[in-house]
């Protein structure tokens, strides 16, 4: 039995055309000059188009906390 609204195979690669992955683009940050992931806050510094987003000391603190807290519970 054939489907009615059958897609061509050449229908189907044309859509499936923009499913092609891209590699990611990096630039500079403005302030600590790391690479980073562009439209994203730098991860060595915590700035954002210039401005600072992210405290990463508390960060920091945050991760290590956790991890003694695992270390003890094990």
Do not use: P
């Amino acid at each position: 039995m054939v489907v009615r609204m059958r897609s061509t195979k050449s229908h189907t690669k044309n859509r499936r055309s923009h499913h092609a992955l891209e590699s990611t683009s990096f630039s500079q940050c403005e302030n600590c000059k790391a690479l980073k992931r562009r439209h994203i806050v730098c991860t060595s510094c915590g700035f954002y188009r210039g401005k600072k987003v992210m405290d990463l000391v508390k960060k920091t603190e945050k991760k290590q906390k956790k991890a003694k807290a695992a270390q003890a519970k094990s």
